[in-house]
């Protein structure tokens, strides 16, 4: 949580969350969120990309994404429209 946030009183019966975000300037959903761990599999992944790019930098994202397909770890790249938003 930010400094900034650490200052908001979630209980004060004058002001709401809201408005003390904005007299601090303060984006509401700052005060909301919650960091997430880093998945293993996350890590796996940044760590083959990072020794991939330290190798060949001058790869762009296309050739790196291409490299990562055939491990399979790079799952999260679809071009196109995905099945599910096929009208018909």
Known sequence: MSTSAKLIDPNDPQLS???QCELLGLARSSYYYQ???VSEEDLMLMRLLDEQY???PFY???KM???AQPT???SRTQT???PASHDG
């Open 65 to 67: 994404t291409k490299l």
């Open 35 to 37: 960091p997430v761990a």
């Open 60 to 62: 762009g994202t296309r």
């Open 80 to 82: 196109g429209p995905s």
């Open 54 to 56: 330290t190798r060949t």
């Open 72 to 74: 399979r770890l790079w």
């Open 17 to 19: 969350i809201g408005r």
